[in-house]
Each structure stands twice: as structure tokens, then as C-alpha cells.
């Protein structure tokens, strides 16, 4: 630990190596936990109906292994290192030659230099164990939603009770500061829910998104929502505009919240009181 506190790039570029296997992990769980929830609602709309249980096979995190989802090819140890091997197998499947998309090292490479900017900030501390946490969950999030237009209870409810459970000490904000971040997240955006839904009869948002920014809240206390949410709502309609303009996105198809506040949330982690600090020295 001496060695690690007086090196503070040996620490970071440790907790690289370390976090390419965690983003490894979180590719899995980006694929595997929509069909999961997609499959318990099925049951539960069996039980409803009162119908048999549909016989499903097991399906998980961690089973069945992962394979190509073309030729069913199981996926080797050495074909799953993170980076090197889409590297090493020129990006294809190495039985049908399927191309993998580039999205899975680029996951993984996001999640390492996230995690090591957070151990170069905060060195060998709690700080650095709170941060790779919120790193990891906001990053599993933000593809999720991308890909679902969802943002399951499973990830948002943990991480907005330990955000409140870390800050017991204090090492973003203090509790308090904490509890009402996590309020003021909740409910910034629930009432801009129900402003627009009373305004033009459409729902604009979902109920994810308040869980999320509560979370953020709870993790980084209310002075970083203001910050959280300006960057996301700037980034997200300007994003969300060029879409409709140069791509011909419909209109009628929602644009998912989730990465914008996910990416918002992680600046606000990074440089949020600076931030802050710079636009008040305006006044």
C-alpha cells in the first residue's frame, strides 16, 4: 500500500489493467440483463394470465457461456481478453468469420480510462473505491438505455441507496447534502415530466431518468445537479436535433435520457466543482 500511495501511476495504470476485465463484465451484463428482465416479465404475465410457467432455459450472467450469435461458436478464454483479442481476431468470429462490432473493446477501453482518471484523482483511497463503483454502474447504464430505451431498477435503486450509504462519511458530500440531492434529482425532473405531459398529453421522459439523476444526487450531494443536468440537457438536444436534421430520425421515436445524464453525472464527478467554482467567479 506504501508503494502504491507513493506511486500514484503504478496505482492507475493497476487499476486499468483491472477495470478492462471489469469492462468485460459490463459488455455482458449491457447484453444479458434486458433479456433477463424480458424473460421475468414474461413469467409474471403468465402468472397473471394464469397460465404454465413457460419453460425456459437457464439464462444469466454467467450462464451459458458466451458464444457468437451466428454460428453459436463458444466463446475461449483466450478469444475473451479484453482489447487483444477483437484485436487479435481482426474484429471477426474465428469459426464463421461473423464481424464482432467494435462496441465491445470500445466499452472496455471507456470503462479502464475512466476507472484510472479516477484513481490518478483520488489515489489509494475511499473516494477512488466510490468513484470506480459509480464509473462502472453509470457506464452499464448508459449503453442499457441506449440500446433499450431502459434503466433497470436493479442498477439505478442499488446505486442511489449506496450513494446515501458511501456519504455516511462524507467522501463526495455530506449526508445531508446527499438526501436532498437525491430528492431534488428525483423530483427535478419528475415535475418536468408532468409539466409536459399536461402541456402536450406525451410523456417525455421516463421513470428511469429520475431514478438515475436521484442517484446521482445521492452520490455527488445538489450542488452537482445543477451541473449534471445543464450538460446533459445542452448535449442531448443538440445530439438530438443534428438527428433529426442530418440523419432524418423520427420524431415519434424517443431519444433515450440515460447516456446524456450518465455522461453528465461523470463530469460532475470529475470537474464538477471546479465547474461550479469558475462560473460563480463570474459574479
Known amino acids: 500500500m506504501d508503494i502504491l500511495h507513493a506511486e500514484p501511476a503504478l496505482f492507475a495504470g493497476l487499476v486499468f489493467l483491472f477495470s478492462l476485465l471489469v469492462g468485460s463484465f459490463l459488455n455482458v451484463v449491457i447484453h444479458r440483463l434486458p433479456k433477463m428482465m424480458e424473460a421475468e416479465w414474461h413469467v409474471q404475465c403468465a402468472e397473471l394470465r394464469g397460465e404454465p410457467m413457460p419453460d425456459q432455459p437457464r439464462y444469466n450472467l454467467w450462464l451459458p457461456r458466451s458464444a457468437c ?33 467494435a462496441r465491445y473493446p470500445l466499452v ?39 440500446d433499450t430505451t431502459l434503466l433497470p431498477d436493479s442498477l439505478t435503486l442499488p446505486l442511489l441507496w449506496l450513494g446515501l450509504l458511501f456519504n455516511l462519511g462524507g467522501h463526495f458530500a455530506s449526508l445531508p ?23 402536450t398529453g406525451k410523456e417525455g421522459m421516463g421513470y428511469g431518468d429520475f431514478k438515475l439523476l436521484a442517484a446521482i444526487g445521492a452520490w455527488l450531494g445538489w450542488q452537482m445537479l445543477p451541473v449534471t443536468l445543464l450538460l446533459s440537457s445542452v448535449v442531448g438536444a443538440a445530439i438530438g436535433i443534428a438527428m433529426i436534421a442530418l440523419f432524418k430520425h423520427d420524431r415519434r421515436v424517443p431519444i433515450p435520457f440515460g447516456p446524456y445524464l450518465a455522461g453528465g453525472g461523470l463530469v460532475a464527478l470529475f470537474f464538477g466543482a471546479d465547474l461550479t467554482q469558475a462560473y460563480l467567479a463570474q459574479f
Request: aromatic share 12%.
Open 108 to 146: 472496455e477501453l471507456l470503462t479502464a480510462l475512466l476507472s484510472a482518471a479516477a484513481a490518478w484523482k483520488w489515489g489509494v483511497s475511499m473516494q477512488t473505491l466510490g468513484a470506480l463503483f459509480l464509473v462502472w454502474t453509470l457506464v452499464a447504464l448508459a449503453f442499457i438505455d441506449l
Open 69 to 101: 450469435i451466428k454460428c453459436g461458436h463458444q466463446i475461449t478464454a483466450l478469444e475473451n481478453i479484453p482489447l487483444l483479442s477483437w484485436l487479435g481476431l481482426r474484429g471477426r468470429c474465428s469459426a464463421c468469420g461473423t464481424p464482432i462490432s
Open 177 to 199: 447534502d446527499a438526501v436532498i440531492g437525491a430528492i431534488a434529482g428525483y423530483g427535478v425532473l419528475w415535475s418536468v415530466y408532468w409539466l409536459f405531459k399536461f402541456a
